[in-house]
């Protein structure tokens, strides 16, 4: 998606007289629908895309989604690619797992879509989330809360990612010990901060483990 991008960069420089805007004034994002909570704005941060103005038109290229050309407005709601988005939580949560771990995260996110407890597209499930009293927005991937998913692009061995993504989503790559797996864990990580085991994902069915995560089935 990345030469995609700078092709449509080259072009719209072309078609739009004036300069890219250096200080954006527009929240760009894109929509999650949470299917047991209110729905959520993604706001992408302003490194990941660049406005155009001609005239009261915009036009919006953005990482991630697919471009953006209309009428001038405060919030510029976005269609998000999924495979993008899946290769970026891969890399978030494993760019350092061999690559059937890799695989094996992502296997996870189609499961979700599946399964009537989660969401039900790969962006709704990569972005789910659940409100805390005080309104805040938990995720339930944690790349979305410390950001990393938002860099996973600038990575040059990106593409690599995006072609897991593109394997999983034509049913490539599918691990059968995982058909049921609907989350992962990395033991020692969670075990550092959680030393009596009182995390729920200790008591969930574990399917196997590759790498240093383990994968587990929700009953």
Not at 11 to 18: A, L, P
Request: charged content about 15%; overall charge neutral.
């Amino acid at each position: 998606m990345s030469w995609v991008l700078l092709l449509a960069l080259v072009f719209i420089s072309g078609c739009f007289s004036n300069v890219p805007e250096t200080i954006p004034t527009h929240q760009v994002g894109f929509w999650v629908e949470n299917t047991q909570n209110d729905n959520e704005f993604i706001v992408l941060p302003k490194s990941m895309y660049q406005i155009w103005h001609k005239g009261s038109t915009i036009k919006v290229i953005a990482y991630g989604c697919f471009s953006y050309e209309g009428v001038s407005q405060d919030i510029i709601t976005l269609v998000p690619d999924p495979e993008f988005w899946l290769a970026s939580v891969i890399w978030a949560e494993a760019r350092g797992e061999s690559t059937e771990g890799q695989a094996a995260v992502g296997q996870v996110i189609l499961n979700r879509v599946k399964d009537p407890r989660f969401n039900n597209s790969i962006v709704d499930v990569v972005f789910e989330s659940t409100k805390s009293r005080t309104g805040r927005s938990i995720y339930q991937f944690s790349p979305i809360i410390d950001g990393q998913i938002f860099l996973a692009f600038r990575d040059s061995n990106f593409k690599a990612f995006e072609t897991i993504a593109s394997n999983l989503t034509a049913n490539l790559m599918i691990n059968p010990q995982l058909t049921k797996a609907l989350g992962f864990f990395n033991p020692v990580k969670v075990q550092a901060y959680d030393p009596n085991k009182t995390n729920w994902v200790w008591k969930q069915p574990v399917l196997t483990q590759i790498g240093s995560h383990v994968f587990f089935s929700v009953p």
